[in-house]
Nanobody
């Protein structure tokens, strides 16, 4: 079992930045691809970013490309999401997830463990 806990969310003005963290316990993350997803009220959960087990393959959702950066520190068992140039439409609960799949999984069903999420609110 892997327990994931997100932190770093909050209220920020449009154009600002936030750095989210996802800390794991229970098992080491080095064998998992790690993803970030987000869910706004009334909307489906949306893929944001993914990083593979070796940090050699990374991908982003179209709406965040060029603004968000995913990274991982396996020594700290933590994954990060640096979010820059935030927009009001980025407002959502952000969740991290761990997948045993090889590659850069983007579908919800490919993920085995999920955190509870952290709220990000971007004001205009």
């Amino acid at each position: 079992q892997v327990q994931l806990v997100e932190s770093g969310g909050g209220l920020v003005q449009a154009g600002g930045s936030l750095r989210l963290s996802c800390s794991a316990s229970g098992r080491t993350l080095e064998t998992y691809a790690m993803g970030w997803f987000r869910q706004a009220p009334g909307k489906e959960r949306e893929f944001v970013a993914v990083i593979n087990q070796w940090s050699t393959n990374i991908d982003y959702g179209d709406s965040v490309k060029g603004r968000f950066t995913i990274s991982r520190d396996d020594a700290k068992n933590t994954v990060y999401l640096e979010m820059d140039t935030l927009k009001p439409e980025d407002t959502a609960v952000y969740l991290c997830a761990a997948s045993g799949a090889v590659g850069v999984p983007k579908r919800l069903v490919e993920y085995d463990y999920w955190g509870q999420g952290t709220q990000v609110t971007v004001s205009s």
